[in-house]
Every structure is written in structure tokens, then in C-alpha cells.
DNA sequence: CCTACCGATCGGTAGG
DNA sequence: CCTACCGATCGGTAGG
């Protein structure tokens, strides 16, 4: 094992992903300098690239590490034994926790992932296709009916829509907090499910919605 | 009145702007150079510069043309006689339709409406938000009970966080169409909504999913 | 005089 | 750890 880093290496490290990922959640990744993110830091330069590598490192961890801590989330909620509805459930409150918790690594993971280089796109898109399968299987399981069907995934893929989109407009002061939240959005998304019809056999009908009139 | 600009002005123009919503898109407004969207229009940049007064230009005008085609829209089916859950249902279809018309721009507008100046921000997103109170208002005439509760506008959200979402995942060549998803998502949203419990009263429980377990 | 457009290069600033 | 500075590229515009 080599010599140790300074022991606060790690500390000032995680602290300098997490002011990055601020500057990058509200400016992109692209708009935000290196100066910028040093500045926020409270630290020079070249200081900061004692601690990161290049820009791209920066991105490429913050992207990492918060797709992990879902898969890690959702494997920690797989072992549970719970009721296949209530898995899912908490999966959604827990799901939002974190995103309340880090909403700015949160846009980066939906926004900055066009930036990162093929190779890392594809770990983090795989990570975050694991986490998808892993809700679309619970969801299977709270209703059997919808397993294999053509709306399993998209369903699915709606209730992240809910979660997602939430944290695009939700003020961390407002009104409702996240984890008011969570139920309804679990009630809407479970109470939905007995309502949506099964499939359209017809590939593709084109339904025709009325175009605007002429008086 | 100045003389005209040449006859193809116009379709020229209209071309560039919908060339710079595609890049923008896939690369985001900051990572994307003038000399791109010159190549992708087939112009030099000087050329792309007699159309355009600069890139800022071009981001201001991709972004309300968007939001103003979304106003359009829902004051057109604000004038339909049509039954309140048939409005909303309406609402759907067509947002839906025109997202996957103009996914480009759709985008932009989700995206880089950071990058806009404080008063071409407040102009996107007061109409923006002109667009929202349309949705929450006719949800609220299919849904009376939930009128002024403080679920109104969350849920409306929740709409939008489906509708929108989908279009950062949905394949144009995928295997379910937007005209076969507004369906389903019209029927998640109003099945969903019937389930629905009304608000919390007391201020923000703090509801504690449980922690990680230790053997 | 106008428009439309080229090749070449400007001043400033990015990451490093 | 800082000042200083590089090679490269940005958005925007000069002359012709």
C-alpha cells in the first residue's frame, strides 16, 4: 500500500465533487469553468487539480456515484421481505429521498450523461437501466397481470417520469416536502394502474387527433 | 416598409433554427459552436450570421416559439365545447403529439432555459407557467374535490412530469407511438387521481423510511 | 446602392 | 500554492 494522502484528502475530495456537481446541476457541465468550480472550493487552481484529474473526471464521478447509490438503494430494498406493493412503495419514497438529498448530482446524472465519453456513457446508462428493471420487477410482482405485457416498461418508465420531474420545479422550501410527496405519487401511480387498458393489438393506428377549425 | 429580404429568407431562417434546436439537443446550447450549426445548414458562417444576429439569438427564439406553440394549443382547446375530462384527455393527446413533433426543441426548452437572460427567462417562463395553470385549471373542472386543494398544482406537475419525461427516453422508431401512450397516460393520470388522498394537514412529518440494516 | 456570401482573421477566453 | 502562460478554439466580423 502506497504512503497515505493527507488525512483530510477524501473530505475536501467529496466536498469538491458536491460543489461541483451544484455548478454543474445549474449552470451544465459545459458552461462551468474550472476557475469557477476552484472558487467555490475556496481553493486555487492547481489546488484543485491536486484532487481531480481533468473536468471530465469530475463529471464522469459525480454521475458514477449517484447511480451506485440507487443501485445500492434498490438492492438494500430487494432483500426486504415486504408485500410487492409495499416494496414498491418504498422504493418510491426512498427514491425520493435521495433525490431530495442530491438533487444537483441528480440533474447532472439526467442532463450532463450527453457529455460523457461512449465507455463511461454506457456504465452509467446500464447502472441506470439495472435500476429501472429492478422497479419494473417489482411492479410485476404488486400486479402480475401487467408482467410481459408491452406496457410493463412504459408504465414504469411514467412513474419516473413523476419522481424525476418533480425535481425539476420543486423548491426545497416549498410547500410540500418530499416526503408528503412520495404516498401521493405511489397512490396516483398504483391507483392509475387499475385504470390503464391493456395493450393496442394494431400496430400503430394513427390516431388522429382534430386539427385546429376554420370558422 | 423596408424592401423585403430575398423569398427564401424565411424558409431559410425557419430551416436554421430548426437545425440549431437538433444540435442543442444532442449537445446543449453551450457545448455547440456557430461553425456546427453553419455545417449542419450547409451555410458558411457568414451566411449563418445574415440570418441569425448571434447564438443567444437563436436560443431566445427556438425556446418562445416553442412555449408560444404550446399556448396556441391550449387556447384552441380552450375553445372547444367538450366535456371537462375530455379537455384534459384533448390537452394530453395533443401536448403529446406536438412533443414528438418538435422533441428538438422540446428539449431546448427543458434544458437550456438557464442559459436565457433574466427577462427572456421570466418571458419563457411566465408562458410556461400560463401553460401549467391551463392544465391545473381543466383538471380541476374534470376533478371538482380537488379545486384550491393543495394538490392541484402537484398533481397537475405530475402530469407534466409523465408527458415530459417521456421524451427524453422514447425512441421515435420504438416499439409504442405518443398516439398510443396518450391514451395510457390519460387513463394512469385519472385512475390515479380517483386514488388520491387528500393533503396531510400537519407541517411535514417527517416520515422515516427505515435506515440500512446491520446483521 | 443593395443583397448575399466567401476566405481569412479578429479579440477574448476556455482548459490545463 | 500562486502567477503566468501555453495551444486550441470560441463567437463574431473585417475586407473584397
Redesign the interface.
Known sequence: MPRGRAPGYNTQREQILARAADLFA??????TSMNQVALACGVSKPSLYHYVRDKYQLLVEIAQDHVARLNTLVA?VQVMPLPPADRVR?LI??FM?VYADAQAAHRVL??DV??LEPADQKRVLDAQRQVVAAFAQAIAEARPDLHAT??QK??T??L???????F??HQPGG???H???????A???????????LP?PQP????K?PQ?RRA
Open positions: 445549474r449552470q451544465g457541465y459545459t458552461a438494500e418504498l419514497a426512498r429521498e439526467t442532463e450527453k457529455f408491452p406496457l412504459p408504465v418508465m411514467l419516473f417520469g413523476m419522481m424525476n420531474w418533480m425539476t420545479w410547500k410540500l416536502t416526503a408528503q410527496m412520495a404516498p401521493v405519487v397512490d396516483l401511480f398504483f391507483g392509475g394502474l387499475a385504470a390503464v387498458q393496442v400503430a393506428p394513427a390516431i387527433t385546429r
